[in-house]
């Protein structure tokens, strides 16, 4: 496995789009700091991707082959009632490694350093998509920033079912708790921290990447973990150390995963993490869509 095709790998695992898993609905329960088990872990994983809304924010940082750090981050928001999420990404850190390219460019080619230009804003309404991307807005028609798109529409083009659409076009950041399904090993109790005023206890484990086979869906479940299997094989990735923060209310409030892999044939590890924190559990407040006047639709954009 080329260090490119590795570093891919783990950008998908930890970004949570290697393959979807069905989180089931669950009511709150008040978990014990002295007597949490990884069921426990795992439930907690589960009552935490029932809230009915909350806000959330995540960092991810890699190191790219030639040793350069990459970092992306982002916030957001989620109302389960409405089936709205929104998020802003950053990824200005692409205009760093890119900066040099505009110049050679010439004319009126964008400044890529501006990180303004790489804060992408995406609002999903059920199985509509808005999505704003500053760097992009020129192709727009005249003022227009946001793009609407009809994932339905866009699925059906492809030829997937809407069973598998929901699946697979999700952006609620909550299916970064899926991992905690997989958890495996022994369980360590570090201590009690304060985050976003709340108490939790911070646990740490390990998650089994093979135990993924067994939580994806049936209609998956082969092509997924062939691809587990192989990443597993090639890079010697069996499991990701992972620390888990959780409240009295068997809530999650934050997780950090960290791994290094080493691909076949290579002297140096690939490094890499992510850190994700959700709060304000239960808040009330509103989604809104993009203003209608700011808003083109995808279809009318083909050419």
Not at 78 to 105: E, P, V, Y
Not at 133 to 150: H, N, Q, S, Y
Not at 160 to 177: C, G, H, I, K, V
Request: a negative charge; aromatic letters at 6%; glycine letters at 8%.
């Amino acid at each position: 496995m080329s260090r490119a095709r590795l570093l891919s790998a783990v950008v998908a695992l930890l970004l949570g789009a290697a393959a979807p898993l069905a989180l089931t609905g669950c009511g709150g329960v008040s978990v014990p700091d002295d007597v949490l088990t990884l069921e426990g872990i795992a439930q907690a994983a589960e009552t935490s991707a029932d809230a009915p809304s909350g806000r959330f924010g995540f960092v991810m940082e890699m190191a790219l082959p030639d040793g350069q750090p990459l970092t992306f981050s982002a916030t957001g928001s989620f109302d389960t009632s409405s089936a709205r999420t929104a998020l802003t990404l950053d990824m200005s850190a692409f205009g760093s490694l890119l900066s040099g390219l505009a110049g050679s460019l010439g004319g009126d080619a964008p400044d890529l350093s501006d990180p303004d230009l790489w804060k992408i804003d995406v609002v999903q309404d059920g199985l509509v998509m808005y999505m704003r991307f500053p760097l992009a807005t020129k192709e727009l028609p005249r003022g227009k920033t946001w793009v609407r798109i009809d994932l339905q529409e866009a699925a059906q083009l492809q030829g997937f079912d809407l069973e598998q659409l929901q699946q697979f076009t999700s952006n609620d950041p909550r299916d970064a708790l899926r991992y905690l399904e997989a958890v495996g090993g022994e369980l360590e109790r570090i201590g009690e921290e304060t985050l976003h005023g709340v108490e939790t206890t911070r646990y740490r484990t390990t998650i089994d990447l093979l135990k993924f086979r067994k939580l994806v869906p049936p209609s998956q479940r082969e092509a997924f973990g062939s691809m587990v299997e192989q990443l597993v094989e090639e890079s010697g990735l069996r499991t990701i150390p992972v620390e888990v923060w959780v409240d009295a209310n068997g809530l999650v409030r934050k997780m950090e995963m960290t791994l290094s892999a080493t691909p076949a044939g290579a002297s140096e590890a690939l490094q890499a993490s992510m850190r994700f924190e959700l709060y304000d559990y239960g808040k009330d407040f509103e989604i809104e869509l993009p203003p209608s006047a700011e808003v083109v639709d995808s279809s009318s954009l083909e050419s």
